[in-house]
């Protein structure tokens, strides 16, 4: 059990370490994120009606086509050099090297999504601090991480990889994601903390199993 979750850490701290010398995923989605929401802060009339409408699916349409940018570059990294294969031959199970690199995906949108927000609320004239939207954050993020790093290690071997991830991605999270916005919808709106929690256990419970099944597929992807 040591050496699986010590395999799980040597991933992690790899790709923290990448991350830390190249900058590609955090800037990559920061940037397309921030882009996004100045976007549609000029695209609808900023109202108290239409921010309450309009803000929820703004921000999570941001996080989740910023990190398609981000996932991209996860396995294709590793692919283009030479990395991928050094980790196929490593003796450690395939579904560590999985949870390291969703782990790490994960991470690195955290802190995307932590820079972002506080933009996000100073221009949609929001609060900046949001307590429960910590929860909704977290459980919606483990979704997105675990379900793009299983489809990005699977685009990677692909020619149109840019364009087979979203094909791919997109339909699977989609409760996810609709999960966030609902949820986010009554945290930016001032709803009640008991409307908020009935929706973090479907979060939770979405995120368990494509957890089990990503991990149970992802030694047949990369084998293939």
Same mark, same amino acid.
């Given at each position: 059990?040591?050496?699986?979750?010590? !395999? +799980?850490?040597?991933?992690?701290?790899?790709?923290?370490?990448?991350?830390?010398? %190249?900058?590609?995923?955090?800037?990559?989605?920061?940037? #397309?994120?921030?882009?996004?929401?100045?976007? #549609?802060?000029?695209? +609808? =009339?900023? %109202?108290?009606? &239409?921010?309450?409408?309009?803000?929820?699916?703004?921000?999570?349409?941001?996080?989740?086509?910023?990190?398609?940018?981000?996932?991209?570059?996860?396995?294709?990294?590793?692919? /283009?050099?030479?990395?991928?294969?050094?980790?196929?031959? !490593?003796?450690? *199970?395939? /579904? !560590?090297?999985?949870?390291?690199k969703m782990l790490a995906s994960f991470l690195f949108m955290?802190?995307?999504?932590?820079?972002?927000?506080?933009?996000?609320?100073? +221009?949609?004239?929001?609060?900046?601090?949001?307590?429960?939207?910590?929860?909704?954050?977290?459980?919606? %993020?483990?979704?997105?991480?675990? $379900?793009?790093?299983?489809?990005?290690?699977?685009?990677?071997?692909?020619? &149109?990889? =840019?364009?087979?991830? *979203?094909?791919?991605?997109?339909?699977? $999270? &989609?409760?996810?994601?609709?999960?966030? @916005?609902?949820?986010? &919808?009554?945290?930016?709106?001032?709803?009640?903390?008991? /409307?908020? +929690?009935?929706?973090?256990?479907?979060?939770?419970?979405?995120?368990?199993?494509?957890?089990?099944?990503? !991990?149970? %597929?992802?030694?047949?992807? @990369? =084998?293939?």
């Amino acid at each position: 059990m040591k050496e699986y979750f010590g !395999a +799980i850490w040597a991933v992690v701290w790899k790709d923290v370490r990448l991350e830390m010398r %190249t900058k590609d995923f955090v800037v990559s989605v920061f940037v #397309f994120s921030l882009l996004v929401i100045v976007m #549609f802060n000029f695209a +609808i =009339e900023p %109202t108290p009606e &239409a921010v309450d409408l309009a803000a929820p699916g703004v921000l999570w349409v941001s996080f989740v086509f910023g990190g398609v940018l981000g996932l991209t570059r996860s396995f294709a990294l590793e692919r /283009d050099g030479g990395n991928l294969r050094g980790l196929m031959l !490593a003796p450690v *199970p395939r /579904d !560590a090297i999985y949870f390291g690199k969703m782990l790490a995906s994960f991470l690195f949108m955290m802190l995307v999504e932590a820079l972002v927000f506080p933009v996000f609320a100073v +221009i949609f004239n929001l609060r900046v601090v949001e307590p429960w939207l910590l929860p909704v954050a977290l459980l919606a %993020t483990l979704g997105i991480a675990a $379900v793009g790093s299983l489809f990005s290690s699977m685009a990677v071997n692909t020619r &149109a990889r =840019e364009v087979m991830l *979203p094909l791919l991605f997109l339909p699977v $999270v &989609a409760p996810v994601v609709i999960g966030a @916005v609902e949820a986010s &919808a009554v945290v930016l709106g001032n709803g009640a903390a008991k /409307d908020v +929690i009935q929706w973090l256990p479907l979060l939770a419970a979405y995120d368990a199993i494509l957890i089990v099944v990503c !991990a149970f %597929t992802f030694h047949l992807v @990369v =084998e293939e």
